[in-house]
């Protein structure tokens, strides 16, 4: 079974930036089979996916509450996946996850990010 782990959360102040990680490992999964996905969740609220990227690398979107400051990338050779996050804002506070594709039912544990002054 596949294991998605992020990390690289904390708590940091508005406008600054942060750098999430995501290492996919066990099982069968091939990392470059899938496209990969990030999203956040705030407790009472419904999940957003925030970003998605295709299994190469070549083809990445946002989210319009995201655009412009959020930028997802991978590293295929080390089956990683990053969340480029800048001028952060208080409302960007979540719990963010990684997943296969834009499978929430695959996230693993997650990492919070915390945005307060």
């Known amino acids: 079974e596949v294991q998605l782990q992020a990390s690289g959360g904390g708590l940091v102040q508005p406008g600054s930036s942060l750098t999430l990680s995501c290492t996919a490992s066990g099982g069968d999964f091939t990392f470059t089979d899938y496209s990969m996905g990030w999203f956040r969740q705030v407790p009472g609220k419904e999940r957003e996916l925030v970003a998605d990227?295709?299994?190469?690398?070549?083809?990445?979107a946002s989210a319009d509450s995201v655009k412009g400051r959020f930028t997802t990338s991978r590293d295929n050779a080390k089956n990683t996946l990053y969340l480029q996050m800048d001028s952060l804002k208080p409302e960007d506070t979540a719990v963010y996850y990684c997943?296969?594709?834009?499978?929430?039912?695959?996230r693993g544990q997650g990492t919070l990010v915390t945005v307060s002054s």
């Open positions: 997943t296969r594709q834009s499978d929430y039912a695959s």
């Open positions: 990227i295709s299994w190469s690398g070549g083809i990445a």
